[in-house]
């Protein structure tokens, strides 16, 4: 699963601070400098999580808050200079999903986002198939216990076959899923970052298979059939 996160501050360096944080994270990131301009992004695109400013020039924080509501109902983390009692009580009341306090550690901050997106997605914290282990979380892919270093788009697709398993997929669905309605592209693209995540993916390469005429698949039991025929050949 790919994450994509809008952050709302008129603090340049606060959002480069907590870009910067997120993108460790692999999470794409959308900036806005206050509610008005979040209102626009919101409409224009898929949002799945907000760290939301308060005290904002134009519209702040709360302000936007309520019309984002009216137009999607996003997991928000609010950030504010002020502690008082009285604002986090009028957030909690507008339904937001966190509230964090300037100044904040941002490593506090994502572990509060991973919260909130495992509480609002339901994401699993793991995959595991034999020794092919997806911290989902962390978007940390291991083999046999090492580290296999996936692209974000890599991982984004391999985590897209995974929440599709055994259902085949066409280029046109993986382009408009991974990739976005935006992305001006080709098949060619989804071709090669397939043949991309098959080479890092080793002995687990044959987990991804190609549906003649359709697209790709993500498939188990294929792994499982070829596995029993090289124990057969073997005897």
Sequence with gaps: M???ILIVDDE????????EYCILENYEVVEAENGIDAIEK???DNIDLIVLDVMMPKLDGLS????????KNIPTI????????????????LGIDDYVTKPFSPKE????IKAVLKRSKNIEDSYIYEDLKIDTLG??????NKEVKLTPKEYELLNYFIENKGIALSREQLLTKVWGYNFFGDD?????????????LGKYRNLIVTVRGVGYKYNEEKRRSNDNFLCCRVR
């Design 188 to 200: 060619r693209t989804v071709d090669t970052h397939i043949k991309m995540l098959r080479n890092n």
């Design 139 to 144: 978007r940390v892919v291991t083999i046999d």
């Design 2 to 4: 790919f994450v994509k």
């Design 64 to 71: 936007a808050f309520k019309e984002i509501k009216k137009i």
């Design 42 to 44: 919101i409409k224009h």
């Design 12 to 19: 340049i360096l606060i959002r480069k601070v907590i870009k």
């Design 78 to 93: 609010v950030l504010s200079a002020r502690s008082e009692e009285f604002d986090k009580l009028t957030g909690f009341e």
């Design 109 to 112: 901050l994502m572990a509060r």
